[in-house]
């Protein structure tokens, strides 16, 4: 069984700067692997899924602004997040699945998911 870790979370002023990291343990390479948000009293959305393969997608909110990578030696996924906007402000959450279909749907079907890091945006 995959377990995540996030961490990278922080504050920061509109137009700023932060790089998420989720450490995986386990099997993580075989697991199509993605980021999701949630902000309060809103749903969870997801944000941006890196396949197996390297293919990946983005919520059309973040499309330009951010950046998902993964590196399968270290298992480590990366989400870099430029010009943030208040709107941006959420928890966000590594999870991995093994389809990356409906994680931007906010949906995953494996029930693997990390704890969570906070991601305030001021203006």
């Known amino acids: 069984q995959v377990q995540l870790v996030e961490s990278g979370g922080g504050s920061v002023q509109t137009g700023g700067f932060l790089r998420l990291s989720c450490g995986a343990f386990?099997?993580?390479?075989?697991?199509?692997m993605g980021w999701l948000r949630q902000a309060p009293g809103k749903e969870r959305e997801g944000v941006a899924t890196?396949?197996?393969?390297?293919?990946?997608r983005y919520a059309d909110s973040v499309k330009g602004r951010f950046t998902i990578s993964r590196d399968n030696t270290k298992n480590t996924l990366l989400l870099q997040m430029n010009s943030l906007k208040p709107e941006d402000t959420a928890v966000y959450y590594c999870?991995?699945?093994?389809?990356?279909?409906?994680?931007?749907?906010?949906?995953?079907?494996?029930?693997?998911w990390g704890q969570g890091t906070q991601v305030t945006v001021s203006s």
């Open positions: 999870a991995a699945d093994t389809t990356c279909g409906t994680m931007l749907r906010g949906l995953v079907s494996s029930g693997i």
């Open positions: 890196i396949d197996r393969d390297g293919s990946t």
């Open positions: 386990g099997h993580a390479y075989s697991y199509c």
